[in-house]
């Protein structure tokens, strides 16, 4: 019996031992791809001193994917090194012997087994007493945009809030609800389309397809908030009179009399309508006229007659716009607006591209106008969607933007050190840098870098 449990023992050492050197030997193969692969995409003639900076050469932009393995071998500190390596001499001749595709087939089989453990996204539904709390700022604040702007203008905020669905989520189907609810009480609902059942079943059912809201919660919290949202709305009404504002800072003095829209945290976030001296009907962030908007300078202004309509950045024209005036004015540009401009219905239009709220050029269109401004490549982020991942931390995402953004051009560090971060802040907001970003969130990250006027508004920033 002693014999048989001995042999027993050595049979199970010897099988975790098999069992270790088999993960050993898988994990080595993986790392040696992952170099493969480095090696494969790298460009042409990149010295190796360039290569580390750009997140080339030594291939440390993956080892984060296989940090737990690696630390798990029974001795890290004197195999890792070893692994690194090998891995450095097996990826050169694989790269040489294997075609893109087969290393990238190679890759995604790697790293499908690999996600982070905490990317078991759970439900993100509030409670119902916590959505019931929110409904009465939230529809107050539609009837504010309802009474300035019509239904048109609540159309352009519940689309802000929808392009914003990462940060605003379930904020997002009481403004949707509320708008439905005033559409449908209107004189003529069905001239509305966008607040239809058809309509609003597409926006819910295109969240959940990108991850942002779960099939078993959006049925019964959309019923809840159309439920609750009606009685908020008709005590609101009785309540105000036309014409009524909510408190909240504007930072542009000539527009922070009276302000309409979204107002979080005590400053205009979102869409709204603002009104001074001037007036605004656009995107906010912070407070700060920032995204896309109508600027008119009213008539004590010394550029009175003048309207923009195009894109902020932080509150200064950034990006491609359209800028009026009428031709019968005494305006200080009428001369340069004559020059540049097209004459139409007695007004001036000049388009051009805006750095820092002035002119760098005058063109024909904004297709025009963003060819000066250089195009950013961000194919690395593929590798996080195409390879099976559930989720990522956003360092990952920070990681590949960074060198996306470096292998442009030889900016100074600090503008590219700025690009990559605005670009990262103006999606995902001060996100925890170690919160896993779903898959569906990453795609729709990629899809905002692939929208140019957008990246271009940034690059123009961190040059201002």
């Given at each position: 019996?002693?014999?048989?449990?001995?042999?027993?023992?050595?049979?199970?050492?010897?099988?975790?031992?098999?069992?270790?050197?088999?993960?050993?030997?898988?994990?080595?193969?993986?790392?040696?791809i992952?170099?493969?692969?480095?090696?494969?995409?790298?460009?042409?003639?990149?010295?190796?001193?360039?290569?580390y900076?750009?997140?080339?050469?030594?291939g440390?932009?993956f080892?984060?994917?296989?940090?737990?393995?690696?630390?798990?071998?029974?001795?890290?500190?004197?195999?890792?090194?070893?692994?690194?390596?090998?891995?450095?001499?097996?990826g050169?001749?694989?790269?040489?012997?294997?075609?893109?595709?087969?290393?990238?087939?190679a890759l995604?089989?790697?790293?499908?087994?690999?996600?982070?453990?905490?990317t078991?996204?759970?439900?993100?539904?509030?409670?119902?007493?916590?959505?019931?709390?929110?409904?009465?700022?939230?529809?107050?604040?539609?009837?504010?945009?309802?009474?300035e702007?019509?239904?048109?203008?609540?159309a352009?905020?519940?689309?802000?809030?929808?392009?914003a669905?990462?940060s605003?989520?379930?904020?997002?189907?009481?403004?949707?609800?509320?708008?439905?609810?005033?559409?449908?009480?209107?004189?003529?609902?069905?001239?509305?389309?966008?607040?239809?059942?058809?309509?609003?079943?597409?926006?819910?059912?295109?969240?959940?397809?990108?991850?942002?809201?779960?099939?078993?919660?959006?049925?019964?919290?959309?019923?809840?908030i159309?439920?609750n949202?009606?009685?908020?709305?008709?005590?609101d009404?009785?309540?105000?009179?036309?014409?009524?504002?909510?408190?909240?800072?504007?930072?542009?003095?000539?527009?922070?009399?009276?302000?309409?829209?979204?107002?979080?945290?005590?400053?205009?976030?979102?869409?709204?309508?603002?009104?001074g001296?001037?007036?605004?009907?656009?995107?906010?962030?912070?407070?700060?006229?920032?995204?896309?908007?109508?600027?008119?300078?009213?008539?004590?202004?010394?550029?009175?007659?003048?309207?923009?309509?195009?894109?902020?950045?932080?509150g200064?024209?950034?990006?491609?716009?359209?800028?009026?005036?009428?031709?019968?004015?005494n305006?200080?540009?009428?001369?340069?607006?004559?020059?540049?401009?097209?004459l139409?219905?007695g007004?001036?239009?000049?388009?051009?591209?805006?750095?820092?709220?002035?002119?760098?050029?005058?063109?024909?269109?904004?297709?025009?106008?963003?060819?000066?401004?250089?195009?950013?490549?961000?194919?690395?982020?593929?590798?996080?969607?195409?390879?099976?991942?559930?989720?990522?931390?956003?360092?990952?995402?920070?990681?590949?933007?960074?060198?996306?953004?470096y292998?442009?051009?030889?900016?100074?560090t600090?503008?590219?050190?700025c690009?990559?971060?605005?670009?990262?802040?103006?999606?995902?907001?001060?996100?925890?840098?170690?919160?896993?970003?779903?898959?569906?969130?990453?795609?729709?990250?990629?899809?905002?870098?692939?929208?140019?006027?957008?990246?271009?508004?940034?690059?123009?920033?961190?040059?201002?």
């Open positions: 019996m002693k014999n048989l449990r001995f042999g027993l023992l050595l049979f199970s050492y010897a099988f975790t031992c098999m069992a270790v050197a088999k993960d050993k030997y898988e994990l080595q193969s993986c790392i040696n992952e170099y493969a692969n480095v090696i494969a995409n790298a460009p042409p003639n990149l010295s190796k001193e360039e290569g900076k750009r997140g080339y050469s030594q440390f932009d080892i984060t994917f296989y940090e737990k393995s690696l630390r798990s071998l029974p001795n890290p500190e004197a195999e890792v090194p070893e692994i690194l390596r090998i891995a450095a001499e097996a050169t001749r694989m790269a040489k012997n294997l075609s893109k595709a087969q290393i990238a087939k995604g089989e790697c790293r499908v087994n690999r996600e982070p453990k905490a078991q996204i759970k439900s993100n539904a509030p409670s119902d007493a916590s959505l019931i709390e929110l409904i009465k700022p939230i529809a107050m604040t539609v009837n504010s945009v309802w009474f702007g019509g239904m048109l203008e609540l352009n905020l519940t689309d802000s809030c929808y392009r669905i990462a605003r989520s379930y904020d997002c189907l009481i403004v949707d609800a509320a708008s439905m609810f005033i559409n449908s009480v209107g004189p003529s609902p069905d001239l509305f389309e966008f607040f239809g059942n058809d309509a609003h079943s597409k926006r819910l059912a295109k969240a959940i397809r990108n991850g942002q809201f779960k099939d078993v919660d959006i049925n019964r919290i959309d019923k809840m159309s439920d949202v009606k009685q908020v709305l008709l005590d009404l009785n309540g105000r009179k036309s014409g009524a504002v909510i408190p909240c800072i504007i930072v542009d003095p000539d527009i922070s009399e009276n302000f309409s829209g979204e107002c979080i945290d005590n400053y205009a976030n979102g869409f709204g309508i603002a009104r001296r001037d007036e605004y009907r656009g995107e906010f962030k912070n407070g700060m006229t920032h995204g896309y908007g109508i600027y008119k300078w009213g008539s004590k202004s010394n550029w009175a007659t003048e309207e923009y309509r195009g894109w902020y950045y932080k200064a024209k950034m990006g491609y716009g359209n800028t009026s005036i009428s031709s019968s004015s305006h200080p540009a009428l001369e340069s607006m004559k020059k540049y401009g097209k139409k219905d007004r001036y239009y000049v388009n051009a591209l805006y750095k820092s709220g002035k002119i760098v050029r005058h063109c024909d269109s904004e297709e025009e106008c963003s060819k000066i401004v250089l195009s950013y490549d961000f194919r690395e982020l593929d590798d996080l969607t195409q390879y099976g991942f559930i989720a990522v931390p956003l360092t990952d995402i920070e990681r590949l933007t960074n060198m996306a953004v292998r442009v051009a030889d900016f100074p600090k503008v590219n050190d690009i990559a971060n605005e670009l990262i802040t103006e999606f995902f907001g001060n996100r925890a840098k170690s919160k896993p970003i779903i898959t569906s969130e990453i795609r729709r990250y990629k899809s905002f870098l692939e929208t140019k006027k957008l990246v271009d508004q940034v690059v123009l920033y961190c040059f201002g």
